[in-house]
């Protein structure tokens, strides 16, 4: 993907040092964007390899609603610095997707009852009714939460529109990591938006990316100059079994000719 080795370079060229809660400094710059053709391919890194299979099980956990990852830990590892022993995170995404607690007025008592929304289903029922409709935002930031989390949510909301027959989609993130996080944020949207499209029979669009502080940390900066002499190969394929969304499991997707570079190593700041 050239629009992700561009964003790197920009990031290297333009970005200003800063000192961050991790102490290691980055270079950031604000406000990146982006946007991939989805039916060109699966938007996947071929410049360094990418553990596709640690990705979709992340997807799919948080689809299934969980704010714990005892169930995410037995295939990967990426959760385990923010949870505590028992698995259980105070930031988890899907528990926001599916059950993000909204504080209604009771009209009969005047006090505040907690409904829990499933954005994902109230958006494929949107999508199903109204197509053309502004309204598909679907939010992971919750401003208690976001207060006493260890890492309140990044990639904090994401919009559906539909133009046409095709469903695009709109990620925004507050903060992205460009070695690690913002690879696998690009490619875990992407592979949400072809799932939600194929349930409500609509073609596959644009998704589109903005990052308010993209940022590189200083310890990256050797191994993306690496990456950035490498050649992008063709996008690979991704097939995904004709089921519901919520009776999607690990073996219903499929990646096709998916060609990379060797894997480079980044260490993940906490």
């Keep these: 993907m050239r ?3 561009d964003l790197v370079q920009r990031v290297l060229d333009k970005g200003t040092l800063k000192h961050n809660r991790t102490g290691v400094d980055t270079i950031s710059v604000f ?17 360094k390899k990418m553990n596709f299979k640690a990705l979709l099980h992340e997807v799919l956990w948080y689809l299934s609603g969980e704010d714990h990852i005892r169930n995410l830990r037995n295939h990967t590892k990426i959760w385990d610095a923010w949870a505590d022993e028992d698995g259980n995170l105070e930031t988890a995404y899907g528990r926001y997707w599916r059950r993000f607690p909204s504080a209604q007025v009771n009209k009969e008592t005047s006090r505040y009852e907690v409904k829990e929304i499933d954005q994902i289903a109230e958006v494929v029922r ?9 309204r598909m935002v679907i939010s992971a930031w919750e401003p208690g939460n976001a207060l006493w989390s260890k890492l ?11 133009q046409g027959n095709k469903l695009n989609c709109h990620l925004t ?9 913002i690879p696998f944020n690009i490619a875990a949207y992407s592979l949400l938006t072809q799932a939600i499209a194929q349930e409500v029979n609509l073609d596959l669009g644009f998704f589109s990316h903005t990052i308010v502080d993209a940022h590189i940390y200083v ?7 690496e ?4 050649k992008p190969k063709p996008l690979p394929k991704l097939q995904i079994a004709k089921k519901p969304l919520d009776r999607l499991a690990f073996e219903d997707f499929t990646l096709i000719g998916y060609e990379c570079d060797e894997p480079i190593r980044f260490e993940v700041a906490v």
């Design 31 to 47: 406000s990146e964007y982006s946007k991939l053709d989805l039916s060109e391919g699966f938007p996947l890194l071929t410049t």
């Design 152 to 162: 309140p949510p990044c990639h904090f909301t994401f919009v559906f529109n539909v």
């Design 219 to 225: 310890n990256h900066i050797e191994g993306l100059k």
């Design 173 to 181: 993130q507050r903060s992205g990591d460009v070695a690690i996080g």
């Design 227 to 230: 990456q950035l002499k490498r």
């Design 3 to 5: 629009e992700y080795l």
């Design 126 to 134: 949107i999508l199903r009714t109204s197509p053309n409709s502004r």
